[in-house]
Antibody, heavy 121, light 108 residues
Framework: EVQLVASGGGLVQPGGSLRLSCSASGFIFSDFVIHWVRQAPGRGLEDISIITSNGGRTHYGDSVKGRFTISRDNSKNTVVLQMSGLRSEDTAMYYC??????????????WGQGTLVTVSS | EIVMTQSPGTLSLSPGERATLSCRPSETVSSGYVAWYQQKPGQPPRLLVYGASSRATGIPDRFSASGSGTELTLSISRLEPEDFAVYYCHQYSTSPGTFGPGTKVEIK
């Protein structure tokens, strides 16, 4: 069974930093792209960061570019999203999501339960 | 950025009826790079259909996708009680991709 367990969310002040981690199991981790997709309370979905299967390419949405960094360790089946310069509009549930293919042009076939990030003073 | 527009915002139907959900990208997206997801309250989204019309694993055949270019459609042939949820279209021809705002299918 594919599992994606995100952790590291919590309450942080504006301007602060947070490190989200995603631990994956149930599939050959190094064969698939991983995304972070977020959803603000009561709102829609936003694909904010992508890392290809071998970690060779990363992509970011304009709303987080320059503030967030994605990385992966295929030996540990983990993906990390390092977030800095957090703003109130970053408040959302953050989902770790597996793509169906190795590269970035991929539908998102397995979603974790997510970790909640709240940015507030 | 490719903007995905979904209509209607809310669809009120009865079990057994047919649902037709529309998604219009702001520019042509190859149907091979479009997916549809279902989300129920308190749960993450679930992949329903991807590519031109491929159903994800375990998705019943009452769900189907069609269309091309800037007019895309998700159809649910006969609504079951578990189908009442929010549905999102998603284009992944760009990196990152973009999602529509969702269509809520509610019980009439």
């Amino acid at each position: 069974e594919v599992q994606l367990v995100a952790s590291g969310g919590g309450l942080v002040q504006p301007g602060g930093s947070l490190r989200l981690s995603c631990s994956a199991s149930g599939f050959i981790f190094s064969d698939f792209v991983i995304h972070w997709v977020r959803q603000a309370p009561g709102r829609g979905l936003e694909d904010i960061s992508i890392i290809t299967s071998n970690g060779g390419r990363t992509h970011y949405g304009d709303s987080v570019k320059g503030r967030f960094t994605i990385s992966r360790d295929n030996s540990k089946n983990t993906v990390v999203l390092q977030m800095s310069g957090l703003r109130s509009e970053d408040t959302a549930m953050y989902y770790c999501v597996k793509g169906k293919y190795p590269g970035s042009g991929s539908p998102l076939d397995h979603w974790g339960q997510g970790t909640l990030v709240t940015v507030s003073s | 950025e490719i903007v995905m527009t979904q209509s209607p915002g809310t669809l009120s139907l009865s079990p057994g009826e047919r649902a037709t959900l529309s998604c219009r990208p702001s520019e042509t997206v190859s149907s091979g790079y479009v997916a549809w997801y279902q989300q129920k309250p308190g749960q993450p989204p679930r992949l329903l259909v991807y590519g031109a019309s491929s159903r994800a694993t375990g998705i019943p055949d009452r769900f189907s996708a069609s269309g091309s270019g800037t007019e895309l459609t998700l159809s649910i042939s006969r609504l079951e009680p578990e189908d009442f949820a929010v549905y999102y279209c998603h284009q992944y021809s760009t990196s990152p991709g973009t999602f529509g705002p969702g269509t809520k299918v509610e019980i009439k």
